[in-house]
Protein backbone atom coordinates (compact mmCIF):
# COMPACT_ATOMS: atom_id res chain seq x y z
CA UNK A 1 0.00 0.00 0.00
CA UNK A 2 1.09 3.54 -1.18
CA UNK A 3 1.58 6.39 1.58
CA UNK A 4 -0.57 8.28 -0.42
CA UNK A 5 -3.14 7.50 -2.39
CA UNK A 6 -5.03 9.42 -4.69
CA UNK A 7 -8.84 9.11 -5.74
CA UNK A 8 -10.24 9.26 -7.91
CA UNK A 9 -6.95 8.08 -10.69
CA UNK A 10 -9.15 9.94 -13.82
CA UNK A 11 -11.87 12.18 -13.84
CA UNK A 12 -13.64 13.58 -17.08
CA UNK A 13 -16.17 16.28 -16.27
CA UNK A 14 -18.13 18.95 -18.46
CA UNK A 15 -16.83 22.80 -18.19
CA UNK A 16 -18.43 24.34 -15.55
CA UNK A 17 -18.56 21.56 -13.22
CA UNK A 18 -17.33 21.68 -9.59
CA UNK A 19 -14.26 19.41 -9.45
CA UNK A 20 -13.04 17.15 -6.10
CA UNK A 21 -9.92 15.56 -6.05
CA UNK A 22 -9.10 13.27 -2.45
CA UNK A 23 -5.93 12.76 -1.10
CA UNK A 24 -4.94 9.83 2.00
CA UNK A 25 -1.94 9.21 3.84
CA UNK A 26 -0.97 6.86 6.15
CA UNK A 27 2.38 8.54 7.49
CA UNK A 28 2.99 11.63 10.09
CA UNK A 29 3.02 14.81 8.02
CA UNK A 30 4.61 18.17 8.46
CA UNK A 31 2.82 19.53 5.30
CA UNK A 32 1.10 18.19 2.02
CA UNK A 33 1.55 20.22 -1.62
CA UNK A 34 -0.70 20.06 -4.11
CA UNK A 35 1.08 20.19 -7.60
CA UNK A 36 -0.06 20.51 -11.18
CA UNK A 37 1.66 19.00 -14.09
CA UNK A 38 0.67 19.80 -17.34
CA UNK A 39 1.21 16.84 -20.42
CA UNK A 40 5.11 17.12 -21.22
CA UNK A 41 5.63 20.14 -18.81
CA UNK A 42 6.82 21.23 -15.30
CA UNK A 43 5.37 21.03 -11.98
CA UNK A 44 3.38 23.70 -10.42
CA UNK A 45 3.50 24.03 -6.26
CA UNK A 46 -0.51 24.87 -6.17
CA UNK A 47 -0.90 25.01 -2.56
CA UNK A 48 0.92 23.58 0.60
CA UNK A 49 -0.85 23.24 3.71
CA UNK A 50 -0.29 21.66 6.98
CA UNK A 51 -3.50 22.86 8.78
CA UNK A 52 -6.96 23.93 7.56
CA UNK A 53 -7.67 25.39 4.52
CA UNK A 54 -6.09 27.56 1.52
CA UNK A 55 -7.73 29.46 -1.37
CA UNK A 56 -6.54 30.42 -4.51
CA UNK A 57 -8.90 32.11 -7.24
CA UNK A 58 -10.91 29.01 -8.19
CA UNK A 59 -8.96 26.59 -6.08
CA UNK A 60 -9.26 25.72 -2.57
CA UNK A 61 -7.43 23.08 -0.70
CA UNK A 62 -7.90 21.23 2.46
CA UNK A 63 -6.77 19.25 4.98
CA UNK A 64 -7.40 17.07 8.15
CA UNK A 65 -4.55 16.43 10.23
CA UNK A 66 -6.50 13.77 12.39
CA UNK A 67 -7.99 12.17 9.29
CA UNK A 68 -5.09 11.91 7.43
CA UNK A 69 -6.64 13.49 4.56
CA UNK A 70 -6.89 16.15 2.14
CA UNK A 71 -9.24 17.45 -0.95
CA UNK A 72 -8.53 20.04 -3.70
CA UNK A 73 -11.69 21.52 -5.34
CA UNK A 74 -12.03 23.48 -8.73
CA UNK A 75 -14.93 25.61 -8.68
CA UNK A 76 -16.40 26.34 -12.01
CA UNK A 77 -13.96 23.98 -13.93
CA UNK A 78 -11.98 24.94 -17.26
CA UNK A 79 -10.88 22.85 -20.07
CA UNK A 80 -7.52 24.86 -19.50
CA UNK A 81 -7.59 23.46 -15.76
CA UNK A 82 -7.45 19.72 -18.14
CA UNK A 83 -3.90 18.67 -16.30
CA UNK A 84 -2.63 15.94 -13.77
CA UNK A 85 -3.00 16.98 -10.08
CA UNK A 86 -0.54 15.06 -7.63
CA UNK A 87 -0.44 15.31 -3.60
CA UNK A 88 2.66 15.04 -2.13
CA UNK A 89 3.55 15.21 1.44
CA UNK A 90 6.11 15.86 3.66
CA UNK A 91 7.03 13.31 6.68
CA UNK A 92 7.80 14.47 9.69
CA UNK A 93 11.63 15.19 10.51
CA UNK A 94 12.39 14.92 6.23
CA UNK A 95 12.04 17.57 3.82
CA UNK A 96 11.54 14.85 1.25
CA UNK A 97 8.28 14.44 -0.83
CA UNK A 98 6.94 11.60 -1.48
CA UNK A 99 4.14 11.44 -3.98
CA UNK A 100 1.25 10.25 -4.76
CA UNK A 101 0.00 8.57 -7.90
CA UNK A 102 -1.59 11.78 -9.37
CA UNK A 103 -5.45 12.80 -10.42
CA UNK A 104 -5.57 13.26 -14.35
CA UNK A 105 -8.16 15.58 -14.68
CA UNK A 106 -10.24 16.21 -18.28
CA UNK A 107 -12.34 19.35 -18.72
CA UNK A 108 -14.89 19.17 -21.71
CA UNK A 109 -15.91 22.50 -23.39
CA UNK B 1 15.82 34.77 -9.74
CA UNK B 2 12.81 33.70 -8.99
CA UNK B 3 12.96 30.16 -10.40
CA UNK B 4 14.26 27.00 -10.26
CA UNK B 5 16.49 26.85 -13.48
CA UNK B 6 17.09 23.13 -15.08
CA UNK B 7 19.26 22.46 -17.90
CA UNK B 8 19.13 21.18 -20.34
CA UNK B 9 15.76 20.66 -21.06
CA UNK B 10 16.02 17.54 -23.07
CA UNK B 11 19.39 15.36 -23.54
CA UNK B 12 19.36 12.16 -25.60
CA UNK B 13 22.08 9.67 -24.45
CA UNK B 14 23.40 6.21 -26.55
CA UNK B 15 23.57 3.74 -23.55
CA UNK B 16 26.81 3.69 -21.60
CA UNK B 17 27.36 6.97 -22.26
CA UNK B 18 27.72 10.10 -19.45
CA UNK B 19 24.68 12.01 -18.53
CA UNK B 20 25.22 15.43 -16.83
CA UNK B 21 22.19 17.85 -15.68
CA UNK B 22 22.08 21.38 -14.20
CA UNK B 23 19.69 23.23 -11.21
CA UNK B 24 20.06 26.73 -10.31
CA UNK B 25 18.18 27.06 -6.84
CA UNK B 26 16.25 30.28 -6.02
CA UNK B 27 18.74 32.21 -4.92
CA UNK B 28 18.51 32.34 -0.93
CA UNK B 29 17.23 29.02 -1.19
CA UNK B 30 19.65 26.58 1.63
CA UNK B 31 18.04 22.90 0.46
CA UNK B 32 17.79 21.56 -3.12
CA UNK B 33 16.09 18.45 -4.32
CA UNK B 34 16.44 15.86 -7.03
CA UNK B 35 13.17 13.79 -7.87
CA UNK B 36 13.12 11.23 -11.01
CA UNK B 37 9.98 10.84 -12.43
CA UNK B 38 9.26 7.55 -14.62
CA UNK B 39 5.96 6.15 -16.00
CA UNK B 40 4.34 9.47 -16.02
CA UNK B 41 3.80 9.52 -12.43
CA UNK B 42 5.95 7.78 -10.99
CA UNK B 43 8.26 10.32 -8.88
CA UNK B 44 11.33 9.04 -6.68
CA UNK B 45 13.13 10.90 -4.60
CA UNK B 46 17.33 11.35 -5.76
CA UNK B 47 19.18 13.15 -3.36
CA UNK B 48 18.84 16.86 -0.83
CA UNK B 49 21.36 19.09 -0.05
CA UNK B 50 21.44 21.72 2.29
CA UNK B 51 23.77 24.29 0.45
CA UNK B 52 26.47 22.36 -0.52
CA UNK B 53 26.48 19.59 2.10
CA UNK B 54 24.30 16.52 1.09
CA UNK B 55 21.34 16.74 3.67
CA UNK B 56 19.97 13.05 2.30
CA UNK B 57 21.18 10.61 -0.14
CA UNK B 58 19.12 7.93 0.72
CA UNK B 59 17.51 7.36 -2.93
CA UNK B 60 20.60 7.75 -4.94
CA UNK B 61 21.72 4.65 -6.65
CA UNK B 62 25.07 4.81 -5.71
CA UNK B 63 27.02 3.03 -8.20
CA UNK B 64 26.55 5.20 -11.27
CA UNK B 65 24.87 8.49 -9.97
CA UNK B 66 26.49 11.73 -8.03
CA UNK B 67 25.44 15.21 -7.37
CA UNK B 68 27.10 18.21 -6.33
CA UNK B 69 26.02 21.52 -5.46
CA UNK B 70 29.16 24.05 -4.95
CA UNK B 71 29.28 27.62 -3.75
CA UNK B 72 28.61 30.03 -6.96
CA UNK B 73 27.91 27.17 -9.44
CA UNK B 74 24.75 25.13 -10.56
CA UNK B 75 23.76 21.81 -8.78
CA UNK B 76 24.68 18.99 -10.91
CA UNK B 77 23.28 15.57 -11.46
CA UNK B 78 25.38 12.85 -13.35
CA UNK B 79 24.86 9.66 -14.39
CA UNK B 80 27.77 7.55 -15.39
CA UNK B 81 27.22 4.74 -18.12
CA UNK B 82 23.48 5.49 -18.31
CA UNK B 83 20.86 2.27 -18.99
CA UNK B 84 18.01 2.53 -20.53
CA UNK B 85 16.06 2.31 -17.79
CA UNK B 86 17.47 6.21 -16.63
CA UNK B 87 14.81 7.35 -19.26
CA UNK B 88 12.44 9.65 -17.37
CA UNK B 89 12.31 13.23 -16.49
CA UNK B 90 14.58 14.43 -13.36
CA UNK B 91 12.80 17.55 -11.77
CA UNK B 92 14.87 19.77 -8.78
CA UNK B 93 13.38 21.60 -6.61
CA UNK B 94 14.58 24.16 -3.77
CA UNK B 95 12.99 25.64 -0.76
CA UNK B 96 14.14 28.38 1.31
CA UNK B 97 14.46 26.29 4.92
CA UNK B 98 13.81 23.67 6.27
CA UNK B 99 10.14 24.37 7.45
CA UNK B 100 9.89 23.78 3.15
CA UNK B 101 8.56 27.66 2.77
CA UNK B 102 8.82 28.43 -1.07
CA UNK B 103 9.16 24.98 -2.21
CA UNK B 104 9.92 25.23 -5.81
CA UNK B 105 10.00 23.06 -8.65
CA UNK B 106 12.10 23.38 -11.54
CA UNK B 107 10.80 22.17 -15.45
CA UNK B 108 12.39 19.23 -15.24
CA UNK B 109 15.64 17.29 -18.01
CA UNK B 110 14.13 14.97 -20.14
CA UNK B 111 16.66 12.07 -20.15
CA UNK B 112 15.86 9.75 -22.91
CA UNK B 113 18.42 6.74 -22.99
CA UNK B 114 18.92 5.06 -26.85
Known amino acids: KNEVEQSPQNLTAQEGEFITINCSYSVGISALHWLQQHPGGGIVSLFM???GKKKHGRLIATINIQEKHSSLHITASHPRDSAVYICAVHNFGNEKLTFGTGTRLTIIP | GEEVAQTPKHLVRGEGQKAKLYCAPI?????VFWYQQVLKNEFKFLIS????????ETGMPKERFSAKCLPNSPCSLEIQATKLEDSAVYFC????????????FGSGTRLTVV
Open chain 2, 93 to 104: ASSLSSSNYGYT
Open chain 1, 49 to 51: LSS
Open chain 2, 49 to 56: FQNENVFD
Open chain 2, 27 to 31: KGHSY
